[in-house]
């Protein structure tokens, strides 16, 4: 079974406008962490936000922010007045277990932002 | 500051040779992964080095792949008779062991083709 779910292979946004991108994850563990990266054209992945399992509230950094559902097992990225150089990849991310571990990733998301 | 650094950024051979990657984490960094991401999909991890502590290879794919880390400094990840199937960027990230985020720092990859 797929332990990390991206459902949107591709999605298309006007400028400004915010986009959910859809992220669904499953494991047994009860400390798990989740992560989101942005891939651009140039390949790098860039760190963009966490959630860890026991955090109380939705996390949040500057235009992104993480719309956790833990009952059901999903962990939405939403990019608020989305800009130009937001089109990239976007992946999702899952971390079982505490400290540092590997990471395992859905297939991702390519978000165009249209002007 | 210096960032997670990759050698060489590509590399191009024949069907059959020996390659080896190299990967410089950022200083002070205990953990150190190696991941794989074939053109237009996810990264799949490879393996994972954590202090002293044996490294988990389970995400090797077959027993060509191997890879080596000195203390907490350099790794190196071989490719052995390579196939084209191996072709792909390989990527390289390191992280604290303690923290809230386990953050992981990606270098910029090494592209291999293999002919």
């Known amino acids: 079974a797929q332990k990390i779910t991206q459902t949107q292979p591709g999605m298309f946004v006007q400028e400004k406008e915010a986009v959910t991108l859809d992220c669904t994850y499953d494991t047994s563990d009860p400390s798990y962490g989740l992560f989101w990266y942005k891939q651009p054209s140039s390949g790098e992945m860039i760190f963009l936000i966490y959630q860890g399992s026991y955090d109380q509230q939705n996390a949040t950094e500057g235009r992104y922010s993480l719309n956790f559902q833990k009952a059901r097992k999903s962990a939405n990225l939403v990019i608020s007045a989305s800009q130009l150089g937001d089109s990239a990849m976007y992946f999702c991310?899952?971390?079982?277990?505490?400290?540092?571990?590997?990471?395992?990733f859905g297939q991702g998301t390519r978000l165009t932002i249209n002007p | 500051g210096a960032g997670v650094s990759q050698s060489p950024s590509n590399k191009v051979t024949e069907k059959g040779k020996d390659v080896e990657l190299r990967c410089d984490p950022i200083s002070g960094h205990t953990a150190l992964y190696w991941y794989r991401q074939r053109l237009g999909q996810g990264l799949e991890f490879l393996i994972y080095f954590q202090g002293n502590s044996a490294p988990d290879k389970s995400g090797l794919p077959s027993d060509r792949f191997s890879a080596e880390r000195t203390g907490e400094s350099v790794s190196t990840l071989t490719i052995q008779r390579t196939q084209q199937e191996d072709s792909a960027v390989y990527l390289c990230?390191?992280?604290?062991?303690?923290?809230?985020?386990?953050?992981?720092?990606f270098g910029p990859g090494t592209r291999l083709t293999v002919l």
């Open positions: 991310a899952m971390r079982e277990g505490k400290g540092a571990q590997k990471l395992v």
């Open positions: 990230a390191s992280s604290l062991n303690w923290g809230t985020y386990n953050e992981q720092f």
